[in-house]
């Protein structure tokens, strides 16, 4: 057993060893949120569908997926594939770099939790802002796109911003099919020191994903903040500079006057003199 005494100091000497390989974390972590993303939208509208077979289809897989360990899944893909494709189109891909494998695994996984978040936003926005542009002329495509769409992404941020965080930490996992990545570099460094600096080590990395991870929050809630005051989807509220309407009119603007020319629900007389709504 190694008794020798902690080191602090050496958590900053191996950062500058480390840092150069933080770029292969973070390349495998945001092509997976992108692919994934993808995915999740795809997924969410096969849930949406009225499509049996693509409704069942995409819960099968969102249900499989989230139900199965990211290292388990990880383990599946980088050493199932390889075989897969050998079998069924004779390819050698055993030579593909490792981050392809790890990319294709946290998409699949980050799809699979993500389309729950895009779904549930979705259908969290009221039927009658779809209703509401419609009858004001818009297209059913251009009510979704414009209307319907940007308050379902003001609903999905803040779940979409913790699953790009956990995400991220998960990416750590990489290092188990050989990536060198941030982590697989600290695990390089340990192995050459004969299993010596491996808690300052791991300390290191644990400092560096904290601020990653601290300055995504605070990018996440800065642009919740801004996308839910006036300088986001409420300033279609306001009426445009000058007084001008028509074409210039802004989206949010039309469907507030819509709502102001709607027919007043008349008033009558009841006993005793008194004036009271039908």
Not at 66 to 90: K, Q
């Amino acid at each position: 057993m190694n008794l020798r005494p902690f080191d602090p100091a050496f958590i900053l000497q191996v950062l500058p060893e480390l840092l150069p390989y933080l770029g292969v974390t973070l390349w495998v972590g945001f092509s997976s949120i992108g692919l994934g993303s993808a995915l999740g939208v795809l997924l969410a509208w096969a849930r949406l569908s009225r499509i049996k077979i693509f409704k069942l289809a995409a819960g099968a897989y969102t249900y499989v997926l989230r139900c199965t360990p990211s290292i388990v899944l990880l383990f599946i893909v980088f050493y199932g594939l390889p075989r897969l494709v050998e079998g069924l189109l004779d390819e050698q891909i055993d030579d593909w770099d490792r981050s392809v494998f790890a990319i294709l695994t946290f998409s699949l996984l980050f799809g699979a939790y993500i389309s729950e978040v895009f779904r549930a936003a979705y259908q969290a926005v009221p039927r009658g802002q779809y209703e509401a542009a419609v009858s004001i002329g818009l297209s059913p495509l251009e009510a979704v796109l414009q209307v319907v769409l940007p308050q379902a992404a003001l609903v999905a941020l803040p779940n979409f911003g913790n699953s790009v965080i956990n995400l991220l930490k998960e990416g750590a996992l990489a290092y188990t099919i050989g990536l060198i990545d941030f982590l697989g570099k600290g695990n390089l460094i340990i192995a050459q020191n004969y299993g010596a600096y491996a808690l300052e080590i791991y300390l290191a990395g644990m400092l560096v994903y904290w601020l990653l991870n601290l300055a995504l929050e605070q990018l996440f809630a800065r642009l919740e903040q801004k996308l839910d005051k006036g300088g986001g989807l409420k300033s279609g509220l306001r009426a445009p500079a000058g007084g001008k309407t028509g074409r210039k009119q802004t989206l949010a603007a039309r469907l507030r006057l819509s709502v102001s020319l709607r027919p007043k629900p008349e008033r009558k007389l009841a006993q005793g003199g008194e004036r009271e709504w039908n």
